[in-house]
């Protein structure tokens, strides 16, 4: 957690820039009068169109306010806004440590945990470290029992041991993370205490980093929220109105085929999520200490496949709805479970296991988890087929969903 | 006589039970400017957007310029122009645009000032359709029929709810297209601009078509059934009377 003056001036810079560029895409006509566009007539005209129609819905798209709104700047406001009260209020994770065993190696471990600098660890009694964790005053309590580090008679290998640890049920998030950090460290010892593998039962590879923070928990998860809104709301309402307000039937009345315009919709759905992962990331890490520990073409490709799920799911909305009045109701009830049970905000850890057979397939909660999989632990693609393989079959249940729905009137 | 442009034979279209269009045939020929005529729910619109491959023909045959509407819908559209009685346009996108827009769409390359120019509006070349009057709208979505040097264009009710200054700016307007050899087929509800306007007439009502001709020729038929007007008519109208007072001068 480092955020120098140098960093904030130049993320505010950057962002100025931005900001200015926004605003010369929105602002009306083109920049330059006189001279007509000249164009060399073209065979490939189904190009020619699709490109046209997406140029023309990606303006229309920086020109529309509240759809700038809500898929740029809002997700960037909430990382700013959690980024900085995550700094400001929680310096670092409270944990109290419990140490029942005498042997040298449990007092390294502890000693590891101390020069953790997101970590403030107290030494005190089991019955103390309840009282206080029950109380909210610390986030993880974690205990070592007697018989860690003792050494078999015969093996002269350290016993398998368990520490335990409970967090607070009130602030879960921070006490997953620290419990996160807290089994990297533990997997680091095992690494350097044996090296006969069977013995390390947490993964540790391609971890660079222990230092994660609340910001690497949201950043993913407002992630995934901003490609949902993108993919349901962004698309079924602006095809809906393009819908009752006849603009469909005027594309329908060139010889385009209407579904030219439905796939420029989606492009230019699809450049707002690639942008809205590059500024998330890219602001995250220069300016709020996210850490992008696994591959980010992985973390990309991710959030472009969310991005195709979601505006299945928008043209679902969009091909059935009539008018706003049907398509606002039926975009709020497919996204809102998702935006709350789908480990957003909070990790679905507290649900009953009952909800949580029925959230884990949830689109939302496949791209989640393997958003954050990728960046806080460095999961590589092939250890995701589970999340890759849940999207798909959504996307392709959707589509074929979509376009049974579909009506252009 | 000129050779017909578009031909309509016995074209029919049912929604289940409900016979919206029962049979209509007429022929347009080139250059012409064709009025169809009729009130609410006559049918009119139904028999336009199945002429222009907007919607599918139950039976019966559209020919345009040799095409079969119903077996090249593609292909028609490529040479017709077609103006929607709801024209809307997307938001957001300045007029220039908007022709450059329908430039690809049609693969043409018309000049989006020049066709602005057309319709009087060079000088709104970067607004957006939203800030427009009700005659700068209609002139725009004319300009946006012409992009693709069209043989024909279709104009479903042009002048409803304009005032008299813009109905008669129109009227100029379709005058001005016609005068470059373009077919102008068109609805209406006022009987005055279909008789300054159209060089022969269909009047539909429930489905068919009643009457066809010119408009000098269905007056005089009617005449000689023997017809008397209700009063005579004064040799000026209200409307000339609003004209006069309040000029010719557009208002928008």
């Known amino acids: ?409 | 006589m000129a050779e017909a442009l578009l031909e309509i034979k016995n074209l029919r279209k049912s929604y289940g039970d409900f016979e919206a269009v029962k049979g209509v045939s007429f022929s347009v020929k080139k250059g012409e400017v064709f009025g169809i005529l009729g009130p609410n729910g006559a049918g009119k619109t139904t028999t336009l957007e199945m002429i222009e491959g907007m919607r599918p023909i139950t039976s019966g045959t559209a020919v345009i310029d040799g095409l079969d509407v119903a077996k090249q819908p593609y292909a028609v559209k490529e040479r017709i122009g077609i103006q929607l009685q709801a024209s809307a346009f997307f938001p957001n996108l300045s007029l220039v645009e908007l022709l450059d827009l329908f430039n690809d769409l049609y693969a043409e390359s018309s000049d989006p000032m020049q066709l602005l120019k057309e319709v009087e509006l060079a000088e709104k070349a970067r607004s957006m359709v939203k800030d427009l009057s009700g005659g700068q709208k209609q002139r725009f979505s004319i300009a946006t029929t012409l992009v693709n040097k069209p043989v024909a264009i279709f104009l479903d009710e042009p002048t409803t709810g304009l005032d008299p200054q813009a109905r008669r700016n129109l009227w100029d307007l379709v005058a001005q297209i016609k005068k470059k050899g373009t077919t102008v087929i068109l609805t209406t509800h006022y009987m005055e601009e279909a008789q300054v306007l159209c060089d022969r007439i269909a009047i539909m009502d429930q489905g068919k078509i009643i009457a066809e001709g010119t408009p000098t020729a269905l007056i005089n038929q009617l005449l000689g059934r023997g017809f008397k007007p209700k009063r005579t008519v004064a040799p000026a109208t209200l409307e000339d009377v609003f004209i006069d007072l309040t000029g010719k001068a557009l208002r928008d």
């Open chain 1, 1 to 409: 957690m480092h955020l120098s003056t140098n960093t904030i001036i130049i993320g505010a810079v950057v962002i100025l820039v931005l900001a200015r560029l926004a605003w010369r895409l929105m602002h009306r006509g083109r920049p330059a009068e006189g001279k007509p566009r000249v164009r060399r007539p073209t065979k490939h005209r189904w190009l020619r169109s699709v490109t046209s129609l997406t140029v023309a819905s990606t303006k229309m798209y920086f020109r529309n306010r509240s759809a700038v709104f809500f898929t740029l700047f809002l997700p960037l406001a909430f990382i700013g806004i959690f980024g900085l009260l995550s700094k400001s209020s929680t310096p670092a994770m409270k944990l109290d440590v419990t140490n029942h065993s005498s042997a040298e190696l449990s007092k390294n471990v502890v000693s590891a945990l101390k020069q953790v600098g997101a970590f403030n660890i107290t030494e005190t009694s089991e019955s103390s470290a309840r009282e206080q964790l029950s109380k909210g005053k610390i986030d993880l309590q974690v205990i070592i029992p007697a018989d860690f580090g003792s050494i078999n008679a015969k093996t002269h290998q350290f016993e398998t041991s368990n520490i335990i640890t409970h967090y607070n049920a009130a602030n879960p998030g921070t006490g997953q993370t620290a419990n996160l950090i807290l089994g990297q460290i533990l997997a680091k010892f095992n690494d350097s205490v044996t090296r006969t593998p069977q013995i390390i039962n947490l993964q540790s590879s391609g971890v660079k980093t222990n230092n994660l923070g609340e910001i690497d928990f949201l950043l993913p998860g407002i992630l995934g929220m901003t490609i949902m809104q993108l993919g349901i709301f962004s698309v079924a309402f602006a095809f809906v109105s393009m819908k009752t307000t006849g603009m469909l039937r005027r594309i329908q009345a060139t010889p385009t085929h209407p579904v030219n315009f439905v796939l420029a919709q989606a492009i230019t759905r699809l450049l707002i999520g690639i942008l809205d992962v590059v500024m998330l990331v890219g602001l995250g890490v220069w300016i709020f200490g996210f850490h992008m520990v696994g591959n980010f073409a992985e973390f990309m490709l991710f959030g472009v496949i969310g991005t195709i799920v979601f505006l299945a799911f928008g043209f679902a909305v969009a091909g059935y709805a009539k008018d706003e009045n049907s398509a606002a109701p039926i975009a709020n009830l497919l996204s809102f479970p998702m935006l709350l049970l789908s480990g957003v905000f909070f990790p679905a850890d507290g649900f009953p296991s009952w909800l949580k057979d029925v959230t884990s397939h949830f689109p939302l909660t496949y791209l989640v988890d393997a958003l954050r999989s990728i960046a806080n632990l460095g999961t590589p693609i092939t250890q995701l087929t589970g999340d890759l393989v849940g999207l798909l079959v959504w996307g392709v249940v959707m589509f074929f969903v979509a376009v049974r729905l579909f009506r252009w009137e």
